[in-house]
């Protein structure tokens, strides 16, 4: 059957909340053709996700807005949470930054998705179709067919290269491929009200953990909280919506009596994964695939690491380095993570909500006596609890040591680093968006002449040495330590070096000594993704 294609893109990408933009902004740093179709005429106007942590900041680096970006986000901020009697039994102000940010900062979501979507008009090469909708996709021999209706009910149809699913919990892509989330919908409903021209008090969140009403309240910026309550059984959600009602809510849990309320909603949460989140070229990202409880604040978040693991994988993929079969392993590195962010939102629920009036005392009685074990309360003040990325399979070569030593897998710190010119930097503004073989040594010569195998060319893999601390004169294709991190992250990988991925997870790591070994071990594993 003959189709009159109005135009082709390299991907096609169908939604447009963080996911989508995200994705969009970072195929568009690659230089890949791209076309982002929203049903919807503008990007969402009201507050939804509130929460950004340090790994998606990151993300947001690497898309070259993160400027922008911070000039709209309270930083920083941590969890106090309160018994029933109103006791603080634990504080969680994490301090560290590994990645570069803060682990927990405040947003809005209206605002960062505007900021995505005029970061677009960087890119010749991306184009956003927005008030059109998706009516079905079929597949091609090479492609992705699209059939679309526009804001006035005009047809078109255009192809892609690959078509990624970012249409969130209701998407019409997964719907079209028969991929059913599965999973569990809780009868738990909470109310959640959103206020602006709030006097913030306190910038943590506070948790209120008392069965009788638990209560959360949120921290955002440009004057604005979220407060959050759970509806207990036989209530309906009507009675909570009640101006009245919301009131009195409001002002037993500290809420500014002069703010204006923004948005009230009752919402179910959802802990729900796709089993499968591809057919041919067709991919399903954020909440196409998965659906998180908010608990942990981690919903939009690992869209987000969808939207960096699989933007580089499609350039490689559309630019013929790598071939088609490196996309496999997108959801066999990211749904191992994400099913453990969900079970670290379960748990936290537990703890915010106790069903029981036993188990929460239990619970809070427990948290306080950690105060008397200083490495115990560090695990919790400093959020260690919180699952890293870790890929013991996909686009990695292990390297024989044990998931607790390794580092082949995750992501790579981001301390700071000095520049040739003395500047102080973000390790990423000299990692960029490629592959790099980095090296901490005290003579790049020598470590980059072990460093010559035709495997590293065809990745486009940069060279970077990382030079002691206090290194005067820094020569071409290296940087100066500006603390210890390297040291602390690199002691047990003396004389190695670590081939980091487009985004910055360790593919491999191999002693310079047994450089050729590393190399053809990269070799098979791209070979068995052509």
């Given at each position: 059957?003959?189709?009159?294609?109005?135009?082709?893109?390299?991907?096609?990408?169908?939604g447009?909340?963080?996911?989508?933009?995200?994705?969009?902004?970072?195929?568009?740093?690659?230089?890949?053709?791209?076309?982002?179709?929203?049903?919807?005429?503008?990007?969402?106007?009201?507050?939804?996700?509130?929460?950004?942590?340090?790994?998606?900041l990151?993300?947001?680096?690497?898309?070259?807005?993160?400027?922008?970006?911070?000039?709209?986000?309270?930083?920083?901020y941590?969890?106090?949470?309160?018994?029933p009697?109103?006791?603080?039994?634990?504080?969680?102000?994490?301090?560290?930054?590994?990645?570069?940010?803060?682990?927990?900062?405040?947003?809005?979501q209206?605002?960062?998705?505007?900021?995505?979507?005029?970061?677009?008009?960087?890119?010749?090469?991306?184009?956003?179709?927005?008030?059109?909708?998706?009516?079905?996709?079929?597949?091609?021999?090479?492609?992705?067919?699209?059939?679309?209706?526009?804001?006035?009910?005009?047809a078109?149809?255009?192809?892609?290269?690959?078509l990624?699913g970012?249409?969130?919990?209701a998407?019409?892509?997964?719907?079209?491929l028969?991929?059913a989330?599965t999973?569990?919908?809780?009868?738990?409903?909470?109310?959640?009200?959103?206020?602006?021209?709030?006097?913030?008090?306190?910038?943590?969140?506070?948790?209120?953990?008392d069965?009788r009403?638990?209560?959360?309240?949120?921290?955002?910026?440009?004057?604005?909280?979220?407060?959050?309550?759970?509806?207990?059984?036989?209530?309906?959600?009507?009675?909570?919506?009640?101006?009245?009602?919301?009131?009195?809510?409001?002002?037993?849990?500290?809420?500014?009596p002069?703010?204006?309320i923004?948005?009230?909603?009752?919402?179910?949460?959802?802990a729900?994964?796709?089993?499968?989140?591809?057919?041919?070229?067709?991919?399903?990202?954020?909440?196409?695939?998965?659906?998180?409880?908010?608990?942990?604040?981690?919903?939009?978040?690992?869209?987000?690491?969808?939207?960096?693991n699989?933007?580089?994988?499609?350039?490689?993929?559309?630019?013929?380095?790598v071939?088609?079969?490196l996309?496999?392993?997108?959801?066999?590195?990211?749904?191992?993570?994400?099913?453990?962010?969900?079970?670290?939102?379960?748990?936290?629920?537990?703890?915010?909500?106790?069903?029981?009036?036993?188990?929460?005392?239990?619970?809070?009685?427990?948290?306080?006596?950690?105060?008397?074990?200083?490495?115990?309360?560090?695990?919790v003040?400093?959020?260690?609890?919180?699952?890293?990325?870790?890929?013991?399979?996909?686009?990695?070569?292990?390297?024989?040591?044990?998931?607790?030593?390794?580092?082949?897998?995750?992501?790579?710190?981001?301390?700071?680093?000095?520049?040739?010119?003395?500047?102080?930097?973000?390790?990423?503004?000299?990692?960029?968006?490629?592959?790099?073989?980095?090296?901490?040594?005290?003579?790049?010569?020598?470590?980059?002449?072990?460093?010559?195998?035709?495997v590293?060319?065809?990745?486009?893999?940069?060279?970077?040495?990382?030079?002691?601390?206090?290194?005067?004169?820094?020569?071409?294709?290296?940087?100066?330590?500006?603390?210890?991190?390297?040291?602390?992250?690199?002691?047990?990988?003396?004389?190695h070096?670590?081939?980091?991925?487009?985004?910055h997870?360790?593919?491999a790591?191999?002693?310079?000594?047994?450089?050729?070994?590393?190399?053809?071990?990269?070799?098979?594993?791209?070979?068995?993704?052509?």
């Amino acid at each position: 059957m003959l189709h009159d294609i109005a135009s082709h893109h390299a991907v096609a990408i169908i939604g447009s909340g963080p996911t989508g933009l995200v994705l969009a902004n970072l195929l568009g740093v690659h230089g890949i053709d791209t076309l982002v179709v929203e049903r919807n005429t503008t990007t969402v106007q009201e507050p939804r996700a509130v929460s950004i942590d340090d790994e998606s900041l990151r993300t947001l680096q690497a898309a070259g807005v993160i400027d922008d970006v911070l000039s709209h986000v309270v930083a920083g901020y941590g969890s106090h949470y309160y018994s029933p009697r109103r006791i603080c039994f634990a504080r969680v102000e994490p301090i560290g930054t590994p990645y570069g940010y803060p682990r927990r900062n405040a947003f809005r979501q209206p605002v960062l998705e505007q900021q995505l979507r005029q970061a677009l008009h960087r890119f010749d090469h991306v184009t956003t179709l927005y008030g059109w909708r998706l009516e079905r996709h079929e597949p091609q021999p090479h492609g992705v067919l699209l059939h679309l209706t526009g804001p006035r009910g005009e047809a078109r149809t255009v192809m892609g290269g690959y078509l990624v699913g970012c249409d969130g919990a209701a998407s019409t892509v997964r719907e079209q491929l028969g991929i059913a989330l599965t999973g569990t919908t809780f009868d738990e409903r909470w109310l959640i009200v959103d206020l602006e021209n709030h006097g913030n008090r306190i910038k943590h969140t506070e948790v209120f953990c008392d069965r009788r009403r638990p209560c959360i309240t949120l921290p955002g910026p440009d004057r604005t909280r979220r407060f959050e309550f759970k509806l207990l059984p036989g209530e309906a959600d009507a009675d909570l919506l009640q101006p009245t009602m919301i009131r009195h809510l409001l002002d037993t849990h500290g809420a500014d009596p002069q703010a204006t309320i923004r948005r009230q909603v009752v919402y179910r949460f959802h802990a729900r994964v796709a089993p499968r989140w591809s057919t041919g070229r067709v991919l399903l990202a954020g909440d196409a695939a998965h659906l998180t409880p908010p608990f942990a604040g981690q919903g939009m978040n690992s869209g987000i690491r969808d939207a960096h693991n699989l933007a580089w994988k499609l350039a490689a993929v559309v630019r013929g380095q790598v071939g088609s079969r490196l996309l496999d392993s997108y959801e066999r590195e990211r749904m191992a993570h994400v099913w453990e962010m969900i079970r670290l939102a379960l748990r936290m629920g537990r703890i915010m909500a106790p069903r029981r009036w036993l188990s929460g005392f239990l619970v809070q009685t427990g948290f306080l006596a950690l105060k008397a074990c200083p490495p115990a309360h560090d695990y919790v003040a400093q959020m260690k609890y919180k699952p890293k990325p870790r890929f013991a399979a996909g686009f990695v070569v292990p390297d024989g040591r044990s998931a607790r030593r390794t580092l082949v897998g995750r992501l790579f710190p981001q301390p700071f680093v000095r520049t040739q010119q003395g500047e102080r930097v973000r390790l990423d503004t000299v990692l960029g968006n490629r592959f790099m073989l980095v090296v901490r040594t005290a003579s790049p010569a020598a470590a980059f002449a072990a460093l010559r195998h035709p495997v590293w060319d065809r990745l486009g893999a940069g060279r970077l040495a990382v030079l002691p601390a206090g290194t005067t004169t820094v020569p071409d294709e290296a940087v100066a330590e500006d603390d210890d991190s390297f040291a602390t992250t690199l002691a047990d990988y003396p004389d190695h070096a670590l081939l980091l991925r487009p985004d910055h997870y360790v593919a491999a790591a191999f002693a310079l000594a047994d450089a050729g070994q590393g190399a053809r071990h990269v070799e098979v594993l791209l070979d068995a993704m052509s």
